[in-house]
Structures are given as structure tokens and as C-alpha cells.
């Protein structure tokens, strides 16, 4: 891929009472200007997403009525890396120079309704009548059956909380800023077993933006162009074990995030030990564990060693979401995959202060997972 | 004075009920044999459309467990005020297929992978109407 990352933008994750998401995401695309010193009427083109907004390019009526083609999309956990790879497409097809991709969303407290209809989901409504049709419940699931299978303990689920809230301390921008004890996690009550409360991230709201443009102009705008080495969007393939399936084949089959970090990897011409920093979907501490394998960074049951040596520590050997990820931010869905990306590029530009991982990282990763069996991965470089 | 409660099946093709042998209603693909559940006449295996409604079988093992120790949020119509904690698992059943459903264990101490379970129906809500709504769940088999 020929395209980089000139300016990147943030509305904090958080709860933002009064504040409505498209005000967010128009903070975060003039932060995201702002950064590139570009303005609205600079972009040729724009993408965004969100699961509670239905039109977020009605954004441009507070940015600018400018004309451009303005795409939206929902891919679920997905749809910030979709976003990225929309704007990527539009950009290496000539359609402009320059473009931006924004993510937004305010969620309601408490865990993900599957609201009012399953048949929108694909899904029958006795599904969610039954009490099934829980996020949590499949990754309490597929986590029990990963630590039996692989040897997985729970103090290293607790240590992977220690570490997060610890990262979330460090980083400004962290919606969960307070650092909480192993004791504490480990004694948290137990929601959907064997994850606690503090294993989980709660929806959040915020906003997050990206602007980019072709490789070959990127000098034009900054000095320090962060490169997109691979955007790769696979959904599952028949076999994989996906949230919210009423049923799952005995017949297995690689999920959608090893198929698509496999696919960047090739793009990229890198393999995962060429990787300084990662951000990787923990919606909760199962994922981010089971996610290290599943992204090629160590084999299955390898992450007992690595959590206990603190290799996944911002200086560790990959230190992996080190703004606290989603137990830290939260998930605003359309725009969490952009918040990996942004905080990545923090990272490679050594901008990220007290959270910065040292010597200088060259190579980030970012992956993002979700329904109905969704991924996408990239990969960015100095 | 309350109308006396029927009890009614939280959704038709989902199980056979009334039964003295309930079978959860899956489909089985007549090009590559995959079967999945609830019934569906495409198959996610091969694009086939023409699958056919085959009766499952009536017990298999536990391949994975949680407990929902939270009631869940709508449009659940079991009791979400007396909220009681219900396990949650996939049972593997001989014909190549890994099927979610409700517990009737709620005992973490009581849940193992590799236990063998069978179906049950059972009532867990009621709709507006104030049906009594039955499900399938799965049960641990007498080990005794």
C-alpha cells in the first residue's frame, strides 16, 4: 500500500454528557486537521462510521459543504480499520489527494442490548428472549475453553488488567485513569466466568480521526508521515467460532484476525517479530491473550511465559496496548479501531509521553474484532 | 381474577414440543451434509440453498460453559427483579455441531468441559401476554 498518515485526531473516549456524537466527531476531524495543518476544504473525499449515528456524514454540515463524495459504513468492531481501508481504496484509485476517515459513537451505559430486533442481526428474536445473545457470554466461552485448551491461568487474566489500568494511568487522553491493584481484579465480582469486572471494557463514547493521503505527496504536508504498510478486512470463514452464533461447526477453521493479520503480514513484506508496538481488540482480557496468538506474536499457551515476564509492558518486548486499550478507553465501536491507530502513531512519531515505549519504535500494529465475525488489521511504519 | 397460564414454546421450528422426547430442529445440507442449527434452508458451509429440517440429538458434551451472573439486558423475558444466574454453554452433539443454549446448572463448581449433558425444556419467562414461555437448555447427566 502507498498510502500515509499525515494528521491524527482524538475526542477523548469517555462519557461526554451533553455532548452529541457528531460533535465529537467533528472535534476529532478539526484535531486531525489541525495535526496535518489542512482544513476541511483541503479533503477530497471522506469516510465515517458509527453504530448509534445513522448518517454521520451529516458531519459536513458543521465542517463544511464542500461537495465531496463522503462514504459511510458499519462493519461492527471492524469499521474503524474499514474506514482507514475505505479512504485507502478511494485514495490509490485517484479519486483525490487527500482524505480523512472518521469514527464516532456514543453508546448507552451499561453492557450492548442487541436491541429491539434480532432479525436485524441476522438473528432469530427467541435469541435474545433466552438470555443468550451476549457479547460477554461468548467471550467468557471462548476464553474457558482457550485457558483449558492452552493452559491459560487466571492470574494471567489478572495480570493483563494490572496492565491496562496501569497503561490508562499513564495516558492523558485514558477514559479509566486510575491504576487498580491485582488484588482488587482478582477478587472483582465474576460476571460471565471466567471473566470478572474489571476484565471487561464498558461501551464508551468518543471520536477518533485519521487524515491520509498517497505515499508519493506526503511530503508536501509533514515531515513526519507515518505509512500504511497494510489495511486488511476479513470476515470469518466457514468453521471459526464467532460471537453471537446460536450454533458453531465441530469442523474448525482460522478465524477472521488470523486471516487478516496473515494477509497483512504479506502486504507489509514484515512478519510479526518485526513488530515494536501493537494495539490488539481486548474487549476483555481473554481476547487480548487469545489476540496475541491469533496475530502471530507468540504460539498458544506462550502467553502464560510472556504476561509473567511483563513482556506485553510498555518496555517489555511487545508492549502491547499501551494506552490502556479498551479496558482504559472504553469502546465507542466506530471509533475504537481509529483510536488504535492514532495511539500507534503516537508511538512511532515519540510522541506519547508518559506512556511512550523507548528506543524508538519503527513498526505498529493495529487489530480490531468483532460481529458477525469481523476483522481488520494494519500495519504502520515510520 | 388472572386469565390460568398456557405454556408456550419461546419460538415455533426451534424444537419439538409437546414432546415425551424433544429434539432441537436444526438442518442438515443434502450437497455436503453440514449440519447447523436453528434451521435454514442456505448452507453457511457450501452455498447450497436447499437444506432440510433434521431433528438433533438429544444429548451431547459440554465444550465450553459460562454463568450469566448479570441479567441480560432487553429483550430478555425471563425474570430480570429476581434475577437468578443461569449457566450458558455449547454442547458438541455427534452430529458435527456445537450447540449454544441455557444450563439448568448454575454451579460453576458443577461445570466441566468434557461433561456429558441432555436436553431438557423448560420454562424461564413469560411474554406480555403472561404465556409461560419454555426453552430448550441442556442438563448435566446422572453420573451416579
Keep these: ?306 504476561i509473567a515476564d511483563g513482556a506485553t509492558e510498555i518496555g517489555g518486548r511487545l508492549p502491547i496496548n499501551t494506552d490502556g486499550g479498551l479496558l482504559a478507553n472504553g469502546e465507542p465501536i466506530g471509533a475504537s479501531g481509529i483510536r488504535q491507530v492514532y495511539e500507534v502513531c503516537l508511538q512511532l512519531r515519540g510522541d506519547a509521553g508518559a506512556h511512550q515505549v523507548p528506543n524508538s519504535p519503527k513498526v505498529g500494529y493495529t487489530q480490531v474484532y468483532g460481529f458477525p465475525g469481523v476483522s481488520c488489521v494494519t500495519v504502520l511504519s515510520t | 381474577m388472572p386469565a390460568a397460564q398456557t405454556r408456550k414454546p419461546v419460538a415455533e421450528g426451534l424444537f419439538t414440543w409437546p414432546s415425551d422426547d424433544p429434539q432441537l430442529l436444526g438442518s442438515k445440507c443434502p450437497d455436503c451434509a453440514e449440519v447447523t442449527f436453528p434451521s435454514q434452508t442456505g448452507c453457511p458451509a457450501c452455498s447450497a440453498s436447499r437444506c432440510e429440517q433434521v431433528g438433533l440429538s438429544r444429548s451431547g458434551t459440554l465444550w465450553t460453559w459460562t454463568v450469566q451472573n448479570f441479567p441480560p439486558p432487553h429483550p430478555y423475558l425471563g425474570d430480570a427483579r429476581e434475577f437468578v444466574p443461569f449457566g450458558v454453554g455449547y454442547i458438541e452433539l455427534a452430529e458435527g455441531v456445537r450447540v449454544e443454549s441455557r444450563l439448568t446448572e448454575n454451579d460453576a463448581d458443577k461445570l466441566a468441559i468434557g461433561m456429558q449433558m441432555n436436553l431438557v425444556i423448560e420454562a424461564f419467562g413469560t411474554d406480555a401476554d403472561r404465556n409461560e414461555l419454555v426453552t430448550f437448555a441442556f442438563a448435566p447427566a446422572e453420573t451416579s
Design chain 1, 1 to 306: 500500500m502507498d498510502i500515509a498518515i499525515i494528521g491524527i485526531g482524538l475526542f477523548a473516549f469517555g462519557r461526554h454528557d451533553g455532548v452529541s456524537a457528531i460533535e465529537m466527531g467533528v472535534a476529532a476531524a478539526r484535531s486531525a486537521l489541525k495535526d496535518a495543518g489542512l482544513e476541511w476544504k483541503d479533503m477530497d473525499l471522506a469516510c465515517a462510521g458509527s453504530l448509534e449515528v445513522l448518517q454521520p456524514d451529516t458531519m459536513n454540515k458543521h465542517l463544511g459543504l464542500t461537495g465531496i463524495p463522503f462514504t459511510t459504513l458499519y462493519n461492527g468492531c471492524a469499521t474503524g480499520g474499514n474506514l482507514m481501508l475505505t479512504t485507502a481504496n478511494a485514495l490509490a484509485a485517484g479519486v483525490g489527494d487527500v482524505g480523512i476517515a472518521i469514527g464516532l459513537d456514543k453508546h448507552p451505559r451499561g453492557a450492548f442490548s442487541v436491541g429491539d430486533t434480532l432479525e436485524s442481526i441476522g438473528l432469530g428474536q427467541w435469541y435474545g428472549e433466552t438470555g443468550l445473545a451476549l457479547n460477554p457470554q461468548f467471550f467468557a466461552m471462548k476464553t474457558q475453553r482457550y485457558m483449558h485448551d492452552h493452559g491459560i491461568s487466571h492470574e494471567t487474566l489478572h495480570r493483563t488488567a494490572v496492565k491496562a489500568f496501569k497503561n490508562g494511568s499513564l495516558t492523558e487522553t485514558a477514559w479509566r485513569r486510575k491504576a487498580i491493584d491485582y488484588d482488587e481484579i482478582a477478587n472483582a465480582p465474576m460476571v460471565c466466568d471466567p471473566l470478572r469486572k474489571f476484565h471487561f471494557c464498558n461501551p464508551s463514547e468518543g471520536a477518533a480521526a485519521v487524515v491520509m493521503c498517497r505515499a508519493e505527496v506526503a511530503k508536501r504536508y509533514t515531515t513526519h508521515p507515518i505509512y500504511l504498510r497494510a489495511d486488511v478486512f476479513k470476515t470469518q470463514t466457514y468453521g471459526s467460532f464467532e460471537t453471537l452464533s446460536p450454533a458453531t461447526p465441530v469442523r474448525d477453521a482460522p478465524g477472521p484476525v488470523v486471516r487478516a493479520s496473515q494477509a497483512a503480514y504479506e502486504t507489509a513484506g514484515i512478519g510479526p517479530e518485526d513488530v515494536d508496538v501493537a494495539q490488539v481488540q481486548d474487549t476483555e482480557v481473554g481476547h487480548e491473550i487469545m489476540h496475541m496468538a491469533e496475530n502471530g506474536f507468540c504460539k498458544d499457551g506462550e502467553q502464560e511465559a510472556w
